[in-house]
């Protein structure tokens, strides 16, 4: 590939990747990417986008990933690790919470709530509602 992968990152999906990712949809995104010269992001989004049935394609976690998982939660956040494996954020929080490793706090999707609650609490307690 002679474009690097920032120069390719702004650039639109030409017809020649979209039949190179449909063709090939069997590899990770992370393999994905590097071949096509996009992010995980990029290759995710366009799976969702033009391939509805595999983006729910993951690969399962082999035994590697596991280990990685395993070595980095305690120094890495989810996001940083994701980006690392090739997963989503949301996919290796699940994967330690099956797991039973690391904290077993809220998840990617509650970010937030804490102070939507709090906001409540305090607003009823301002209008007098117990």
Known sequence: MSKSSNQKRNERWSVADKFYLENNSHLSDKELGFVLGRTT???QQQRFRYMPNA???M???N???VDTLK???TTHTDQEIADILGR???AVWGKRQRLKIGNSGPGPYTK???QKVSFK???ASLIGIK
């Open 41 to 43: 992001a990029a290759i």
């Open 55 to 57: 983006a729910k394609k």
């Open 59 to 61: 690969p399962r976690w």
């Open 63 to 65: 035994s590697a990933e």
């Open 71 to 73: 070595s980095m939660y």
């Open 88 to 90: 989503t954020q949301v």
């Open 112 to 114: 937030g709530l804490e």
């Open 121 to 123: 609490k305090k607003l």
